[in-house]
C-alpha cells in the first residue's frame, strides 16, 4: 500500500514512471527477484490504459491453448510475424518474444493473482500465411475487486463509454449475446434481468460494479498482485524531470500533492507512462489525419501525453517516428453523455454486424467494414488523404440498430430519443433525407444502398467481400446466414452514425535495446535508464496483426527487462 507520504530522499532499486500493465509487471517480477521497488503515476488511479482494453494478449505457443489442445508451432507464428511485418521484422526481437511469451504467461498463472482463459479470436489475417485460426490470444479471468480491499477505489474504472450503466461485456462472455436478444428469448430476458440485478446491487453497495473483466480484470490481478508483494503504488506524483549523475541516471523529481520529491533508485528509473496518444503536438507531426487538420480522439486516459518520451528525449535518447502506423487506429465517436459531458466510444463490434456499411462524405463505401479496426482506420486515413477531415458515417435501418445497437446508442428496449436529440445519431425517414440530415451526399448514399443490397440480399458482398474471413465472421452474427455480416438495408426509418480516426495506444516510441534499455543517437544505451510498454517503440513495427499484440508484448518484454535489472550488478 502506498497511504504513508512519499518522503524527500527515499533510495530504493527501482524506481517505475506509470502503474499500467507495463509498469506494474516489471514491478512484480522485479519483486518477486528480491528487488526493492517503488512505483509513481501520474493520474489518481492506476491500471492505465489496459484498465480501458480489452484486457487480450498475444502469445503465440501459450499454455492456455495447449491445455485446451489447440495445434499451433513456433514456426508458424513467425511465419505469419514475417509475413505481416515485412521490412520492419527484427529477427532478435521477435525471437525473444517468442521464446519468453509463453513464460511470461505461465510465470503469472504460478506465481501472482493473474490468471487467464483462453479466447476464440482468429489472428487478424487468418487467412496469411501462418496464421491461426483460434488459441494465441488469451484474456485475463474475470475477477471480483473486492479482493483489493480499500485499494478498490484507485483501480481505474472501465471506459465510461462502452458500459452499460457501469457494466462491462467483453466479446468472449455470453453477456452480448443475451443483451442483444433479451427481448426475443426468454432464457436471454431472465439471463440479463440476474445480470442487471447483481450490478445494481454492487452499484448501490460499492458505487461501481466489482465483478469486472477484460482490462480491468487484468489491471485489478496485477495490481493485487503488486499490493501482496507492499510493492507502494503511489498515484498523483507525476514526474518532474530526471536526476543524473555524471555516469547514469539516478532517479528522478517528484511532484506529490505534498510538494516536490526526490527519489533514487540504484539499478535504473524505468519509464512506463502509456506513450503520447495524447501529445497534441506530436500527433501533428505523426498522424497524417492530423497533420491535415482532422479530428482526432483517443479513448486511452487522458495523462498518457507523452511524459516518458519527453523525459527519455532530454537525456539524449533517440526516438523511432517513422512506423507505417504510428498508432493503433480505430474509428470512434463523440458520445455526449448529457450535462456537458462528453466521451469517446471505440467502434470494436458494431462494424461487423449484418445491416450495417459504412460511407464517405461521398455517400460511397471504401472498406470491408468487418475487418479489424486498426484495417479500418488506415482505410479511412487513405481515404481521405485529399481531404482535411478524416472520417464514415455508419448507416443503418430500423430493425438493425433495434437488434444490434449503434456505437454508443444500445439495443431495444432501451430508447433512442436521447441519442438523436443530442445529436449523436442523424434519422430519416428515406436515404435521401438521412443524407441531408448527417451532411452526405444524398445520390451517393442512394446509389451504394441500392448496389449493396443487390448483392446483400444473398448474403454477398462482391465489392468488399465481407464475411470472407473468420476473423470477420467471429464479430458478426452466427445466426445470421449465409453471411453473419452482411445483410440488406431496407426497413425505414434510416440512421447514420459520424466516426473519426482515433488509436488504442502508439507504436511509435523510444529505441530500446532487447531488454530495455534507451538508446541514444549514437545506440549506445543510456546508463540507468529502461523504457517498457508503448514508451517503447512497438517491436511489430507499426503492423496490427491479432488480438492482444499490445498487452502480450508488452507484459513480455516488461517480464525480461525485470529480470535482467534483477540479474544486474547494482
Not at 15 to 22: P, Q
Amino acid at each position: 500500500m502506498a497511504t504513508d507520504k512519499l518522503r524527500d530522499g527515499t533510495r530504493c532499486d527501482l524506481l517505475i514512471i506509470g502503474a499500467g500493465v507495463s509498469g506494474l509487471t516489471t514491478a512484480v517480477v522485479a519483486a518477486k527477484q528480491g528487488l526493492n521497488v517503488i512505483v509513481v503515476e501520474k493520474a489518481p488511479v492506476f491500471g492505465g490504459t489496459a484498465a480501458f482494453s480489452g484486457g487480450v494478449l498475444w502469445i503465440p505457443g501459450n499454455h492456455v491453448a495447449r491445455t485446451a489442445g489447440i495445434a499451433d508451432t513456433r514456426e508458424d507464428a513467425l511465419t505469419y510475424i514475417k509475413a505481416e511485418t515485412g521490412e520492419n521484422f527484427n529477427p532478435e526481437i521477435i525471437n525473444a518474444f517468442l521464446d519468453t511469451g509463453p513464460e511470461m504467461a505461465e510465470f503469472f498463472e504460478r506465481e501472482t493473482e493473474v490468471k487467464f482463459v483462453a479466447t476464440q479470436y482468429p489472428d487478424y489475417h487468418p487467412d496469411q500465411v501462418g496464421a491461426a485460426q483460434v488459441g494465441r490470444s488469451i484474456l485475463a479471468k474475470p475477477y471480483d475487486i473486492r479482493a483489493l480491499g480499500a485499494e478498490m477505489k484507485r483501480l481505474r474504472s472501465p471506459l465510461k463509454a462502452i458500459t452499460f450503466i457501469g457494466m462491462m461485456f467483453n466479446s468472449s462472455s455470453p453477456d452480448i449475446r443475451h443483451f442483444f436478444n433479451a427481448t426475443k428469448s426468454l432464457t436471454s430476458f431472465i439471463y440479463v434481468t440476474k445480470r442487471l440485478a447483481k450490478h445494481l446491487k454492487e452499484l448501490a453497495l460499492y458505487h461501481r460494479g466489482v465483478n469486472v473483466t477484460s482490462g480491468n480484470a487484468l489491471m485489478a490481478r496485477l495490481a493485487k498482485s503488486a499490493l501482496d508483494l507492499n510493492i507502494p503504488i503511489y498515484t498523483e506524483s507525476p514526474v518532474s524531470r530526471l536526476i543524473e549523475d555524471s555516469k547514469r541516471v539516478t532517479g528522478a523529481v517528484i511532484r506529490t500533492p505534498t510538494g516536490e520529491v526526490r527519489i533514487y533508485a540504484t539499478r535504473a528509473v524505468v519509464l512506463a507512462s502509456g506513450g503520447f496518444p495524447h501529445d497534441e503536438t506530436r500527433l501533428k507531426q505523426v498522424y497524417p489525419h492530423v497533420h491535415r487538420g482532422g479530428h482526432h480522439l483517443s479513448p486511452t486516459p487522458v495523462e498518457n501525453t507523452g511524459d516518458g518520451v519527453r523525459l527519455a528525449e532530454q537525456k539524449g535518447a533517440s526516438l523511432r517516428m517513422d512506423y507505417p502506423n504510428a498508432s493503433a487506429w480505430i474509428p470512434v465517436s463523440h458520445v455526449p453523455f448529457g450535462k456537458g459531458e462528453y466521451g469517446v466510444f471505440p467502434h470494436l463490434i458494431d462494424r461487423y454486424k449484418p445491416g450495417m456499411i459504412g460511407v464517405l462524405q461521398n455517400g460511397k463505401r471504401f472498406t470491408n467494414e468487418s475487418n479489424s479496426y486498426h484495417d479500418v482506420g488506415q482505410a479511412m486515413i487513405k481515404a481521405c488523404a485529399d481531404q482535411k477531415d478524416t472520417a464514415m458515417w455508419l448507416i443503418c435501418d430500423h430493425r438493425t440498430i433495434r437488434k444490434y445497437g449503434l456505437g454508443y446508442a444500445k439495443p431495444a428496449p432501451v430508447p433512442l430519443g436521447p441519442m438523436i436529440k443530442r445529436g449523436y445519431l442523424n434519422k430519416g425517414n428515406t436515404l435521401r433525407e438521412l443524407a441531408q440530415s448527417a451532411g452526405i451526399d444524398p445520390q451517393g448514399l442512394e446509389a451504394t444502398v441500392k448496389a449493396f443490397n443487390e448483392s446483400a440480399t444473398r448474403g454477398q458482398d462482391p465489392e468488399f467481400h465481407r464475411g470472407s474471413t473468420a476473423f470477420n465472421r467471429y464479430l458478426g452474427d452466427a445466426e445470421h446466414q449465409p453471411n453473419p455480416c452482411v445483410g440488406p438495408i431496407l426497413h425505414a426509418p434510416f440512421y447514420a452514425l459520424k466516426l473519426v480516426m482515433g488509436d488504442l495506444g502508439t507504436f511509435d516510441g523510444i529505441r530500446t535495446t532487447l531488454v530495455g534499455e534507451v538508446l541514444d543517437a549514437q545506440d549506445q544505451a543510456i546508463p540507468g535508464l529502461y523504457a517498457v510498454g508503448n514508451d517503447r517503440a512497438s517491436i511489430f513495427g507499426g503492423h496490427y496483426i491479432a488480438a492482444g499484440i499490445t498487452l502480450g508484448p508488452n507484459m513480455t518484454f516488461s517480464y525480461l527487462t525485470a529480470k535482467h535489472l534483477a540479474s544486474a550488478q547494482a
